[in-house]
């Protein structure tokens, strides 16, 4: 009855007052009267007017902005991904699809879309998007460096570090000598000209330069602390230099610049002494998500933008201010991890491709049309890897370093990536740099930030140790080593139950290595060690309980599934556990097969549906990280389909084929260490027609008669299903019941998959 007077009183209310809308038009269609109201003498052509209305609207300023920032996001985002499959830092890729969408490919080879796309006058609009993307951040760049560690360790890292700015900019600046009659503008003079090159050959990329040092793990070596060091001093000192190379071109002359340069103290001592002590006290009362509110949110950012908008009046321009405000920041790592994240997302993901596609818009790679101009391109590479590389690596070398750790520092403080291009840009907009230049040095930033991951790849074959590494050293143990690999801490302590399972009663003739690797895009080098704890410490804390010693194992990855599967070929290990959630199969047939309803979507999943070459029900249900591990794992692995595993009394396992046979192994390790009751389904008389399998379960049943139990029956009772804690089955025998369809699925408990490799 309820439903039906709703409906009454919806009905009643939109005619009701629809007639009353009606009513007032007409009674004002009388002031229509004596007014000059153009009226079409003809019906007009109702396609075309809504053709001319459509292209109207998306030639207006605003739809054409939205259509670009997809467009760009969507490039960078591919490159960025392709750069990350062969082992190069997002950077590169998002480098190359700034110049891929401008005038160097897209202009040249598709005009029409480039005007259509990025028409002239819109790109004032993607200009100013793209600072507000760069001052965010700046904010960011600024509030990862770690002021404490540059306290600690400054002596060798100043060193270091200066060197590695005061020889590639003097290899500059002499460079420029030859450069400038030919390539600087008519009204610039030759010192704004060279110390623009200069400081351009000069800076290092300390962002990229961070995510490689925590992607190969040495974050907590020697080597990495030190290059963090140089690299952060470098970033504080080279910013610096820039401030008062800009105060300098824009005021025209040295005596000019010094007025700058004395607000830009003052400025600076104001930051440090006055707004930095109140910064703190307002981190340290809102470190936490709860306290952390939007009104002390807007205090932040109200700072960030004041200091921008402070340097950039003063004549220092405004992303050193962004820095600034970043460096400031209260030094707790839980505080700026929280306001990371909220400004992260939104400026390295969304506003900062603009910043790489606007680069892009301004080079111009055609401009170098002849081999004479690849020869300069070629000399302005080979200067600035001498200078940045040669000077790090000799510096490095001086202050005590061995050769490899010296040359390892050399590779990773040449690594240029977005800090040149921000650099190259203010050098364009102040018209010190010519458009030639400018796609010179382009391309200079492109292959130094390229080539430090090969650089370090090289040096560490020509300078490898003898000595066994920790993996290595692993290998050589005559234990049976388990690794289990986990992304969710919770899901680890699952997964540790189970290799506790298997190995609890060896008496020390077993060994469980746990590791997380996390995405280095989400990693931040000065909260390394608090992150690492907070992901251990529900395994540390289950590891207790169980009376279980574990190795614990750490790193950022960019390649998860290749390095999981790197760590367990190289260390050897008996067995490989992995977790899946349900998010695996969440949204698809075989998730509500399985019981799991909430959706997500896999591109590649949707690509082969469509395709025609993946159906829903594809031989291994897994998402590609997975199916990756699988493939090119060499020791057996086993994954988990958690159903909130809590203890490990009854297990069952279905056999299907004769090559199930392995699974008895397994069985006898939950049987002899956690003394599992287990029940076996001959579904297809594998057991009777298969001597090996037959002999396997005599063999359990002779030492452990009391925990084993077989049943023929091809049809399986869910509540027997539900008694069980755990369901072992091969990864073979799990393609086959997802193909089948199996009804039961639904009612599994959870579920370790294994392969049967030797």
Known sequence: MKKFKNLIFYISTIAGFSALIYWIIVLGSKFNEGRNIALFETEPDSWNQFIDSLAHNLQHPLALLLAQIVTIILVARLFGWVCNKIGQPTVIGEMIAGIMLGPSFLGMHFPDVSAVLFPMESLGNLQFLSQIGLILFMFIVGMELDLKILRNKAHDAVVISHASIIFPFALGMGMSYFLFERFAPDNIEFSSFGLFIGIAMSVTAFPVLARIVQERGIQRSRLGTIVITCAAADDITAWCILAAVIAIVKAGSFVSSLYVIVLAVIYVIFMIKAVRPFLKRIGDLHSTKGSLSKPIVAIFFIVLILSSYATEVIGIHALFGAFMAGAIMPESAKFRNLFIEKVEDVGMVLLLPLFFVFTGLRTQIGLLNDIELWKITGLIIVVAVVGKFVGSALAAKFVGQNWKDSLSIGALMNTRGLMELVVLNIGYDLGVLSPEIFAM?????????????????????????????ALQEVSEISKYKILISFGNPERGRSLLKLADGMIRTLNGNASITAMHLSPTDDLHHYNMDEYEKESFEPIIEESNNLDQEITTLFKGSNDIGGDIVEVANKGEYDLLLIGVGHSIFEGSLLGRVLGFTTKIINPKNILGQ??????????????????LILSKSKVPVGVLIDKELEKLDRIFIPILSKEDVFLMNFAQKFINNSSSQITILDVANQIKTNAEIKESIRAIEHTAPNHISLIHDKTIDKELLKKNDLMLVSLETWKKLVESKSLWLSDIPSCLILTGKD
């Open 441 to 469: 040095m382009v391309i200079m930033a492109l292959v130094t930030t390229f080539m430090t991951g090969p650089a370090m790849d090289f040096i560490n074959w020509a300078f490898k140790s003898k000595s066994e590494n």
């Open 610 to 627: 469509v395709t025609g070459r993946q159906n829903i029900f594809e031989n291994s249900p897994f998402d590609e990280g997975t199916e």
